[in-house]
């Protein structure tokens, strides 16, 4: 099995923006195009092995909120150790875009992996394939995700689209991979019939 974080879901918790901020966000993000816009930026987050969930506005216009953005640094923490480390805000830009560009502005992400200690990498590199030594995790400038209800192959598409960083797709464990690194591509364990960046 390849995935970057196995270990099971625990507590439940909710980390809920007002709800003012969530139908304003909605109003605006139908008219204005990603990123660049005078608007709350919106996440709404499943953590698939905390079972936490957050809906957070982490940038207004262009700036971000240290607030949110320290709420969603605990959010992707290590969460096999607990360990918690400042995430590079353009990742939630690129998943902010992620789900305008498909069509599901309010859709919710899975998070597969946020954050890893240099030690879980090091674990994880020991007990499955596919985990890069000098993993963006590790700097806390990857994330892991799926869409509920959305072809993760469509998301990856979607993810290349941007040129903004790497892309991952890792079909057998359907996730993708995306970082703020230089901006490259790849497939992991790719089935004969799907060539990298079909
Ligand atoms: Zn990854």
Redesign the pocket.
């Known amino acids: 099995m390849t995935s970057?974080c196995f270990w099971g879901a625990s507590a439940l918790l909710l980390l809920i923006a007002p709800s003012g901020a969530r139908a304003q966000s909605r109003a605006a993000s139908s008219q204005q195009s990603p990123s660049n816009g005078s608007r709350d930026h919106l996440l709404q987050l499943y953590n698939t092995h905390t079972g936490e969930r957050v809906e957070i506005v982490y940038r207004h216009d262009d700036q971000y909120i240290p607030f949110a953005l320290a709420k969603l640094d605990y959010f992707l923490r290590d969460h096999r150790t607990g360990d918690v480390r400042h995430f590079d805000p353009r990742l939630y830009d690129i998943l902010f875009d992620l789900t305008s560009s498909i069509g599901h502005p309010d859709g919710e992400i899975d998070i597969?992996?946020g954050y890893r200690t240099p030690s879980t990498n090091e674990s994880l590199r020991a007990h499955t394939t596919g985990?890069?030594k000098n993993?963006?995790?590790i700097q806390a400038e990857?994330?892991?995700l799926r869409m509920p209800g959305v072809d993760t192959l469509k998301l990856r598409k979607a993810a290349l689209a941007l040129h903004r960083g790497g892309v991952?797709y890792?079909p057998h464990s359907d996730?993708i991979?995306?970082?703020v690194g230089r901006v490259r591509q790849w497939c992991f364990d790719c089935p004969a019939t799907l060539a990298v960046g079909d």
Do not use: E, T
Request: hydrophobic letters at 45%; proline letters at 0%; aromatic letters at 12%.
């Open positions: 970057c597969v992996c985990v890069a993993s963006l995790h990857a994330i892991d991952g890792y996730f991979h995306v970082d």
